[in-house]
């Protein structure tokens, strides 16, 4: 955050804290536009100053290019130390909002903003829309779901997710050229797996047991040459291979136009996936396989394509979407 005084100023020192939680109350019909808030203490001899002649949120939340001109930006502010109490929206007179993947807002005169207090900046929501795709297990008033304009694929099931090819380790070693992109579940390491291009990586990742005292009452499934499964809104499970996702550089994914969360891209600049988190466009942490594909007998997979083109070898499911720089959007990734 970046504050600009006018006089009166604080006259004395001014301590900005970022907490890096949501606070306790939100706004009503709005997304928050980060994953925290900010404290602002003053410890001068003026009990009050002038409202700042301009407050910059930097590193915010993702703003795509589509966001930076059609969604509404707002600020809010309450007591230093409230809790549990509404947020009091912000008045400015003029307001500045720069796109990317952690993008700025800098909103000039806010007011009223002469004391301390805490801050929380927030934004519209994104519209409903018809994803070219859509799955669900579930009855469904309407196909438009919200982003769904954005999203070559959505698959929507009640406590649900979707069930992985599985990809072993020897399954791997045999491998002869796998390309990038490529996704599994792997049973040795009991993990997610993906190919970055120049070698395979493993997802670090924790359980919650919770998850498996949720029960669907979702009586339809899908299924790719296999079994159905009663969890899975789409079963892969049982087969070996992969799944293949929209793959797109940095600046493609800065386009698409409406993220919401759930939303997962592979990143073809970074070298890795990247899953919309309700507020940015956040990467897996991954770490080494140690296992390497030498194997000389090309693999090969049945399995479904969508969005046109060419199908992947291995991929049982691969959807390719970068040139409309559309995502997957889901309810959840599991496996069994």
Not at 40 to 68: D, E
Not at 178 to 187: A, D, F, I, Q, V
Not at 222 to 250: D, E
Request: charged fraction near 15%; include cysteine.
């Amino acid at each position: 955050m970046e504050i600009q005084f006018s006089n009166p100023h604080p006259n004395g020192q001014v301590v900005v804290s970022r907490l890096n939680v949501k606070p306790d109350t939100l706004v009503n019909n709005l997304t928050p536009m980060d994953d925290g808030y900010w404290i602002i203490n003053k410890y001068g001899s003026n009990a009050s100053f002038a409202n700042p002649l301009s407050v910059t949120f930097k590193n915010t939340g993702t703003i795509s290019q589509n966001m930076q001109s059609s969604y509404e930006f707002f600020g809010f502010s309450r007591g230093v130390n409230a809790h549990a109490v509404p947020w009091e929206e912000m008045r400015q007179q003029s307001l500045t909002v720069t796109s990317g993947m952690r993008g700025n807002l800098n909103f000039e005169l806010m007011e009223p903003l002469n004391q301390q207090r805490q801050l929380f900046i927030a934004r519209s929501n994104a519209p409903s829309g018809t994803p070219e795709i859509l799955l669900s297990t579930k009855s469904i008033p309407s196909a438009a779901v919200s982003g769904g304009q954005s999203m070559a694929l959505y698959l929507e099931g009640t406590h649900k997710g979707i069930g992985l090819p599985n990809a072993e380790d020897s399954y791997i070693s045999s491998l002869n050229t796998p390309t990038e992109g490529l996704l599994s579940y792997n049973n040795d390491c009991k993990c997610l797996v993906f190919n970055n291009g120049t070698s395979w990586r493993r997802v670090i990742h924790t359980f919650r047991d919770v998850i498996a005292e949720l029960s669907s009452t979702d009586s339809s499934n899908f299924t790719v040459g296999g079994q159905t499964h009663p969890r899975a809104i789409i079963n892969l499970s049982g087969n070996q291979g992969f799944i293949k996702w929209p793959a797109m550089h940095t600046n493609q994914i800065i386009q698409i136009e409406h993220p919401v969360p759930g939303m997962m891209v592979y990143n073809t600049e970074l070298h890795n996936f990247m899953v919309f988190n309700g507020s940015r466009w956040a990467g897996l942490v991954h770490v080494p396989l140690n296992i390497s594909s030498a194997g000389s007998v090309e693999n090969v997979a049945q399995g479904i394509l969508a969005g046109g083109g060419t199908k992947d070898a291995l991929a049982l499911m691969q959807v390719n979407a970068s040139h409309k720089n559309t995502a997957y959007g889901w309810n959840a990734l599991i496996t069994d």
